[in-house]
């Protein structure tokens, strides 16, 4: 039994796996919302590509890539 129920913002709010150390890094869209790359390319490729959160067609252009910080 994890005790992490009340932090949920590490995870994928579509499909609820894990975000990896790079997804935690990954901003697919200006607004901010997270998603994993798995459902960023499910979106793009097999559904409407809008971001779930503000429907803003999603761009590789708008993709934002954070390198981690290393003191953490
Ligand atoms: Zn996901
Ligand atoms: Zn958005």
Known sequence: MAPDLME???????????L?????NFWPCKCGYQICLF????????LNGLCP????PYDDANV??????PQE
């Open 20 to 24: 990896d150390i790079t997804e935690r």
């Open 8 to 18: 949920t913002e590490d995870c994928c709010p579509l499909c609820m796996e894990d």
């Open 64 to 69: 934002k890539l954070v390198t981690p910080d």
């Open 39 to 46: 459902c960023y390319r499910h979106i793009k490729e097999d």
């Open 53 to 56: 959160a503000c429907r803003t």
